[in-house]
C-alpha cells in the first residue's frame, strides 16, 4: 500500500487528479492487475487496499495543498518530501556555495566511492571525524563558532568507550554482540554541529565538521536558512514516530525491554528464512473507516520538538555532475 501510494505521488499534478474520480478509478484498476508478487514475496492487492490508499492520498493531497510538504512511507514513523520547499532563489545561491566548495585543484576533489565521479561531496562527516582515543575534546565550557578555531589543539584526548548494553522495547529483538557493532561504533562518531532555536529563527551556534568558518561563514548562513524551512518536516517525523523510536519529552515515561539479550543464532535465522518462503502471511483487509492520522493542523510553524530551545544537526553536502556520457545517477544506500 505504501509502494502503490509512493508511485502516485510521484505523478505529475496528483494532488489533484487523486481528487477526480475517473482518474482514480482507472488507477485503481492498474493497481490491481500490477504484478504485486515480483514485488514482494506472496504479496497481493485488494480492492479494499486500494479504496484506503486512495482515501489517504486525498487526506495527504490537503496537507500539501496546504503545508507544502508531503509525507511518505509512514511506517514507525514516516519520511516528509517536498518539491516546492526551497524557492528558486535559495537554490540559486545554493549552487553557488557548491561551486565554491568545489574550486579546489582536480586531484582535491573528493568523489565519492562508488559514484563514477557522479557524485562529489562538498563536507561530509565521515571526513576527520570524533576518533575515540585519539581526537580531543573539551568538556568544561562551551566553544562557540567565533571562538572555534583559537581552539585547535586544546582539551584532553577522548577516551575509548566500554561497549554499552543495548536494549529494544518490548516485542522487539534485543541487539546481539554482532548487532551492536553496526548500531555503534567505538571508534568514531560523526559530529554535529550546534543550532540554538529559541531567538525566533536558527542559528548555528557550534563548528560544522569540515566547513571553515571564517572562508565560508556565508554558507553558514546559507544552512541556517535551509534547516528553517525544513524544521516543520523535521518535527513531524519526530512527533508522527512511534514511541520507542524518538526521543521522549521532558517527563515521558521510556517502556524499556528486557534486560537480557536474545541471541539470534545462525539456526534461528535459517528457519525465519524458511518459514518466509513457505508461509503466506495472512494480512485482514485494511479498516474502511481508518482516518488518516495527520492533517495540515499538525504541522507546526514554531514550537518544534516540544519547544525545545536547541538541536543538533549533522551537516552533509554533495553535488552531483551528469554529463552527456554519464546520463544518469542511480543513488546510493539509504543511512544516517
Request: aromatic share 8%; charged share 30%.
Given at each position: 500500500?505504501?509502494?502503490?501510494?509512493?508511485?502516485?505521488?510521484?505523478?505529475?499534478?496528483?494532488?489533484?487528479?487523486?481528487?477526480?474520480?475517473?482518474?482514480?478509478?482507472?488507477?485503481?484498476?492498474e493497481a490491481l492487475q500490477m504484478p504485486w508478487a515480483s514485488y514482494q514475496h506472496n504479496g497481493d492487492f485488494t480492492s479494499k487496499m486500494a479504496d484506503v490508499c486512495f482515501k489517504d492520498l486525498a487526506a495527504k493531497?490537503?496537507?500539501?495543498?496546504?503545508?507544502?510538504?508531503?509525507?511518505?512511507?509512514?511506517?514507525?514513523?514516516?519520511?516528509?518530501?517536498?518539491?516546492?520547499?526551497?524557492?528558486?532563489?535559495?537554490?540559486?545561491?545554493?549552487?553557488?556555495?557548491?561551486?565554491?566548495?568545489?574550486?579546489?585543484?582536480?586531484?582535491?576533489?573528493?568523489?565519492?566511492?562508488?559514484?563514477?565521479?557522479?557524485?562529489?561531496?562538498?563536507?561530509?562527516?565521515?571526513?576527520?571525524?570524533?576518533?575515540?582515543?585519539?581526537?580531543?575534546?573539551?568538556?568544561?565550557?562551551?566553544?562557540?563558532?567565533?571562538?572555534?578555531?583559537?581552539?585547535?589543539?586544546?582539551?584532553?584526548?577522548?577516551?575509548?568507550?566500554?561497549?554499552?548494553?543495548?536494549?529494544?522495547?518490548?516485542?522487539?529483538?534485543?541487539?546481539?554482540?554482532?548487532?551492536?557493532?553496526?548500531?555503534?561504533?567505538?571508534?568514531?562518531?560523526?559530529?554535529?554541529?550546534?543550532?540554538?532555536?529559541?531567538?525566533?529563527?536558527?542559528?548555528?551556534?557550534?563548528?560544522?565538521?569540515?566547513?571553515?568558518?571564517?572562508?565560508?561563514?556565508?554558507?553558514?548562513?546559507?544552512?541556517?536558512?535551509?534547516?528553517?524551512?525544513?524544521?516543520?518536516?523535521?518535527?513531524?517525523?519526530?512527533?508522527?514516530?512511534?514511541?520507542?523510536?524518538?526521543?521522549?519529552?521532558?517527563?515521558?515515561?521510556?517502556?524499556?525491554?528486557?534486560?537480557?539479550?536474545?541471541?539470534f543464532e545462525e539456526g534461528e535465522r535459517l528457519n525465519w528464512e524458511w518459514w518466509s518462503e513457505t508461509h503466506k502471511i495472512n494480512c485482514p483487509e485494511p479498516l474502511e473507516d481508518a482516518r488518516y492520522p495527520l492533517?495540515?493542523?499538525?504541522?507546526?510553524?514554531?514550537?518544534?520538538?516540544?519547544?525545545?530551545s536547541q538541536i543538533q544537526v549533522i551537516v552533509k553536502m554533495a553535488n552531483m555532475h551528469l554529463t552527456p556520457e554519464k546520463l544518469k545517477y542511480d543513488g546510493g544506500s539509504w543511512h544516517v
Amino acid at each position: 500500500m505504501l509502494k502503490l501510494e509512493e508511485e502516485i505521488i510521484n505523478k505529475a499534478h496528483w494532488w489533484e487528479k487523486v481528487l477526480n474520480t475517473d482518474i482514480v478509478s482507472k488507477w485503481k484498476q492498474e493497481a490491481l492487475q500490477m504484478p504485486w508478487a515480483s514485488y514482494q514475496h506472496n504479496g497481493d492487492f485488494t480492492s479494499k487496499m486500494a479504496d484506503v490508499c486512495f482515501k489517504d492520498l486525498a487526506a495527504k493531497a490537503k496537507i500539501y495543498q496546504q503545508t507544502k510538504l508531503i509525507p511518505v512511507m509512514e511506517s514507525s514513523s514516516c519520511v516528509i518530501k517536498s518539491d516546492t520547499l526551497l524557492p528558486n532563489e535559495l537554490k540559486q545561491r545554493l549552487r553557488a556555495a557548491a561551486a565554491l566548495l568545489e574550486d579546489v585543484p582536480g586531484s582535491q576533489r573528493d568523489w565519492h566511492p562508488g559514484s563514477d565521479e557522479k557524485v562529489l561531496d562538498l563536507v561530509h562527516p565521515s571526513l576527520w571525524p570524533l576518533v575515540f582515543g585519539r581526537s580531543r575534546i573539551i568538556s568544561d565550557k562551551h566553544i562557540t563558532l567565533d571562538k572555534c578555531l583559537d581552539h585547535c589543539g586544546s582539551g584532553k584526548v577522548i577516551p575509548e568507550p566500554k561497549r554499552p548494553h543495548l536494549r529494544m522495547p518490548d516485542g522487539l529483538r534485543s541487539f546481539t554482540e554482532d548487532n551492536d557493532k553496526r548500531a555503534l561504533s567505538l571508534r568514531y562518531q560523526w559530529l554535529p554541529c550546534d543550532v540554538d532555536l529559541a531567538g525566533g529563527r536558527p542559528r548555528i551556534k557550534s563548528y560544522i565538521n569540515n566547513l571553515h568558518p571564517v572562508r565560508y561563514k556565508a554558507i553558514y548562513s546559507l544552512i541556517e536558512e535551509l534547516i528553517a524551512r525544513s524544521l516543520p518536516a523535521w518535527d513531524i517525523v519526530c512527533r508522527s514516530a512511534r514511541k520507542e523510536f524518538r526521543p521522549l519529552a521532558d517527563g515521558e515515561d521510556y517502556d524499556s525491554g528486557s534486560e537480557t539479550s536474545s541471541v539470534f543464532e545462525e539456526g534461528e535465522r535459517l528457519n525465519w528464512e524458511w518459514w518466509s518462503e513457505t508461509h503466506k502471511i495472512n494480512c485482514p483487509e485494511p479498516l474502511e473507516d481508518a482516518r488518516y492520522p495527520l492533517d495540515a493542523s499538525h504541522f507546526q510553524s514554531e514550537e518544534f520538538f516540544n519547544k525545545v530551545s536547541q538541536i543538533q544537526v549533522i551537516v552533509k553536502m554533495a553535488n552531483m555532475h551528469l554529463t552527456p556520457e554519464k546520463l544518469k545517477y542511480d543513488g546510493g544506500s539509504w543511512h544516517v
